[in-house]
């Protein structure tokens, strides 16, 4: 079951446009295992079975057809740091990605920003991709948040069910695109506004977004 919601949720990417060719990977975690997109494999050419099961202990490779994602450290890091989220996304959209160039935050202009993310969207410090540097820079850069930027190359979401994911990968390509067009022209929310908010969203109105995968 766990392989179909990785799977699904790659292919949703796929059709989204938040990801083109094989950029990108998913996860989902379970108990002490995770589930996490091969390396090199078209999404749409991907079948369960071709899905990596990872120790979350020692990141040992399990099962699977093949290789998990070469992002595979920034995931247990994630995962180790935040042990209450069970879905990554990590992804490539035009707009977050054309933020990734620049080296300050995303100003929160929107409600749902707000809600979802946790206010301004962060840029992590750049490192290589695939190393526990990226990992630890991106990890610092989504504390109180479910979404960042990942410097000059593209940008993460996490939730605490797969549909969570999605819905704050979704909600952070839209600020980016927001932000865009309004420039530093907009009026962002305050910190208090934020703050409300987001203990709406955690509070009441998530409450059905985490009772699914």
């Not at 991907?46 to 595979?72: H, R, T």
């Not at 959209?93 to 995303?106: G, K, R």
């Amino acid at each position: 079951m766990s392989a179909k919601v990785v799977l699904e949720a790659a292919k949703y990417i796929l059709r989204t446009d938040l990801v083109k060719g094989t950029w990108g990977n998913v996860s989902y975690r379970e108990e002490d295992r995770m589930w996490i997109t091969p390396s090199g494999v078209p999404y749409d050419e991907m079948g369960e079975n071709d899905i990596a099961v990872v120790d979350l202990d020692d990141g040992e490779w399990i099962e699977g057809n093949f290789k998990p994602s070469s992002e595979l450290p920034m995931h247990l890091e994630i995962y180790r740091i935040f042990p209450e989220i069970k879905a990554i996304v990590h992804f490539h959209a035009v707009y977050s990605s054309a933020f990734s160039a620049f080296d300050e935050d995303v100003p929160c202009y929107t409600e749902d920003q707000a809600q979802i993310i946790g206010g301004r969207i962060r840029v992590s410090k750049y490192a290589y991709p695939g190393t526990e540097e990226l990992a630890k820079n991106v990890v610092e850069a989504l504390k109180d948040r479910f979404g960042a930027i990942i410097a000059n190359h593209g940008a993460v979401a996490i939730g605490r069910s797969m549909k969570e994911a999605l819905a704050a990968a979704e909600v952070l390509e839209k600020s980016c695109h927001i932000a865009w067009l309004v420039g530093k022209s907009g009026k962002e929310l305050s910190e208090k506004d934020i703050s409300k908010l987001r203990k709406m969203y955690l509070d009441s109105y998530s409450k059905k977004i985490t009772e699914e995968r």
